[in-house]
């Protein structure tokens, strides 16, 4: 049951650091779109003569870009920590386990794990 909620646990922490960085991604990648296109609109007069929903969605856009590109590379280098995290403590158990005698399987390591 430990295993489960220790897991929950990980998902929740990694749902969190998703959830924030989306929202941090979508933020600036709208505010760049609001700037872009009030640029555009007194830059241009080809766009100012754009629908008022057409900027709208070049905005909307933008923000969902941010969102998905903040989301994603938040995940990804949250899961690239806890994968480094997790090969620093099973070379520490495999280690450990070597200077005892043992071989270092899952079975080894797992219950090493329950000894620290």
């Known amino acids: 049951m430990s295993d489960r909620s220790s897991l929950q646990r990980e998902v929740d922490a990694a749902y969190t ?3 924030r960085a989306a929202t941090k991604g979508a933020a ?3 505010a760049l779109g609001v700037g872009v296109v009030t640029f555009a609109h007194y830059a241009w007069p080809l766009f100012r003569r754009q629908t008022l929903p057409f900027k709208a969605f070049l905005i909307s856009g933008f ?3 941010g969102l998905v590109i903040g989301a994603d ?3 990804l280098s949250h899961e690239a920590e806890r994968r480094q ?3 620093a403590i099973r070379r520490e158990a495999r280690i ?3 200077r005892r005698g043992l071989i270092g399987t899952e079975t080894e390591i797992a ?3 329950a000894e620290r």
């Open 28 to 30: 600036q990648a709208g």
């Open 63 to 65: 923000t969902i870009a």
């Open 111 to 113: 219950k090493w794990r």
């Open 85 to 87: 995290s997790e090969h």
């Open 73 to 75: 590379n938040a995940l």
């Open 17 to 19: 650091v998703q959830v």
């Open 96 to 98: 450990d386990l070597a």
